[in-house]
């Protein structure tokens, strides 16, 4: 059974960083590819970035490209997100989403509210 636990999300003034966790159980994030999405307010859902494989690769989409660096902890079976330069359009709930044989799961996720 996977089970996803995403934390570290809070209230953030701009320009702050955060640092986001996602304890997995039921995959093995040193090679199952494992991905971060965001719920914008208005429901939209947005890719950020994701992390595969045990040569580490991982990959960005434009609007993490720069801001956003993704790591894990193979040890602790968890995978972080550090995001710099906060800005109020980062606001919004924030997934870990494993896909494993071609399904998707997804945690409770953890809120990020960055305020002027």
């Known amino acids: 059974q996977v089970q996803l636990v995403e934390s570290g999300g809070g209230l953030v003034q701009a320009g702050g960083s955060l640092r986001l966790s996602c304890e997995a159980s039921g995959v093995d994030i040193s090679r199952d590819y494992m991905g971060w999405h965001r719920r914008l307010p208005g429901n939209k859902f947005q890719y950020l970035a994701s992390?595969?494989?045990?040569?580490?690769?991982?990959e960005y989409d434009d609007v993490a490209k720069g801001r956003a660096t993704l790591t894990r902890d193979n040890r602790k079976n968890t995978m972080y997100l550090q995001i710099d330069a906060l800005t109020p359009e980062d606001t919004g709930v924030y997934f870990c989403?494993?896909?494993?044989?071609?399904?998707?799961?997804w945690g409770q996720g953890t809120q990020v509210t960055v305020s002027l």
């Open positions: 992390i595969f494989g045990s040569d580490y690769t991982r």
């Open positions: 989403k494993p896909i494993l044989r071609g399904q998707e799961y």
